[in-house]
């Protein structure tokens, strides 16, 4: 039996990588052998869709080391990681993985350490062009790091190699006539869709609100508003919006696989933050967008991920401080004015992407167990 230990952090941008991963590794590897474990810390959101992908879970503590003054830098240190460490160690000695395979982020770096003290090979994936202090660390005994932006910081060069982020292939087969029914689209007007990542963004939310009637006049708008945030603001976008323009308005909480697949096949503009999930999704799309970064994100990597991408000329960067109504609402009227900038933004974001970038990983990882 093939035993592979993937683990990660949290979030939507760890776990949706992963699975690209998974689903091109079963693809390419036709036996029955393999078996796929996840150890890492507990996230319901997370859980549910590696468990429709068969993933075997462990959740384990986890905790961060901020670099910054934080009281909760003591119990993380003194406490979670370490056991989160021997939760690992423990899991790795019952079931004797042939591989880890870790995305980096809170968690990951106890699975990490354990793999290194049990000698069992790590591969480490980086999707931001900043990387966090997980994979810093896990990378100096990593086998091989695959990461996303040609110009990645830090990491030790004879190791490195340029996949891309992983995008799941069903993304890009979105369907026009499903997307009109699923989110009641006119199409009467060009449609923007603001996507705040798989935690919806709240101050993306907030600013949507604020010019909902000045875009509704031009466009048609799907606003993927997160879970946590729906309610608020669809109760908010009924008090606003002009009762002309409802129509055209068409908020969304969570954004499942089918409802994305399709957002991204009606948009002719998104609008979003600019994780790597995101921006590698928006450009194997060949999709024109406006990336606001998250402020304060770690190390700036969101900055840093969309000023990359931005140098391509695929995209427009709006720091969020310049995220004002009138700049707004400029920037996305000459866009359209001009179809011509919109189509380069397109071809250069296709020229960007990396659509082979899970099948990049899965033969790297197939290649050294099927060898070794």
């Given at each position: ?8 952090g949290?979030?939507g941008?760890?776990v949706y990588?992963?699975?690209a991963?998974a ?10 052998d393999?078996?796929?474990?996840y150890?890492?810390?507990?996230d319901?959101?997370?859980?549910i ?5 068969d ?11 901020r ?26 000695i019952i079931n ?19 793999a290194?003290i ?8 980086e999707?931001?062009?900043v990387p ?18 040609p110009?990645?910081e ?10 891309g ?6 993304l890009?087969?979105?369907?026009m ?14 449609v ?12 993306l ?22 879970m946590?945030?729906?309610k608020?603001?669809l109760?908010?976008?009924?008090v606003?919006?002009?009762k002309?323009f409802?129509?055209?308005?068409h908020?969304?909480?969570y954004m499942?696989?089918d409802?994305?697949k399709?957002?991204?096949?009606a ?12 921006i ?12 606001v ?17 931005g ?6 960067v ?6 004002t109504p ?5 920037k996305?009227r000459?866009l ?12 250069e974001?296709?020229r960007?992407?990396k659509?082979?970038a899970?099948k ?13």
């Amino acid at each position: 039996m093939i035993k592979i230990l993937f683990t990660g952090g949290g979030t939507g941008g760890h776990v949706y990588p992963l699975v690209a991963i998974a689903r091109e590794i079963r693809r390419l590897y036709s036996k029955s052998d393999l078996e796929f474990h996840y150890l890492g810390p507990k996230d319901e959101f997370g859980n549910i869709l590696l468990l429709q992908e068969d993933f075997k879970i462990q959740n384990i503590f986890s905790g961060k080391i901020r670099r910054y003054f934080s009281l909760q830098n003591f119990l993380d240190a003194g406490f979670n990681i370490p056991f989160g460490f021997f939760q690992s160690l423990y899991f790795m000695i019952i079931n004797r993985p042939n591989m880890v395979f870790s995305k980096g982020g809170s968690g990951s770096i106890s699975v990490a350490w354990a793999a290194r003290i049990l000698n069992i090979p790590l591969f480490i994936h980086e999707s931001d062009s900043v990387p966090g202090l997980s994979n810093q660390m896990a990378s100096k005994w990593a086998k091989k790091i695959f990461v996303s932006f040609p110009k990645t910081e830090y990491f030790d060069s004879s190791k490195i190699i340029l996949a891309g982020n992983p995008v799941r292939s069903e993304l890009l087969d979105g369907n026009m006539e499903e997307a009109k029914k699923l989110f009641d689209l006119t199409l009467e007007k060009p449609v923007i869709l603001f996507y705040g990542g798989s935690q919806g963004a709240q101050a993306l939310n907030d600013f949507v609100l604020q010019i909902l009637n000045e875009i509704l006049k031009d466009f048609e708008i799907i606003h993927a508003t997160g879970m946590d945030n729906y309610k608020q603001v669809l109760s908010e976008a009924e008090v606003v919006i002009d009762k002309n323009f409802e129509k055209y308005y068409h908020a969304t909480a969570y954004m499942d696989e089918d409802k994305i697949k399709s957002a991204y096949k009606a948009a002719d503009l998104i609008v979003a933050r600019a994780g790597a999930s995101s921006i590698f999704e928006i450009a194997a799309l060949g999709k024109p967008s406006i990336l606001v970064p998250l402020p304060g994100a770690a190390q700036n990597h969101q900055a840093k991920n969309a000023y990359q991408y931005g140098q391509a000329g695929a995209c427009i960067v709006l720091e969020q401080d310049n995220l004002t109504p009138n700049f707004f609402m400029e920037k996305v009227r000459s866009l359209f004015f001009r179809k011509e900038d919109l189509e380069k933004m397109s071809q250069e974001a296709l020229r960007f992407s990396k659509p082979m970038a899970a099948k990049t990983v899965a033969r790297e990882v197939l290649e050294f167990l099927t060898l070794s």
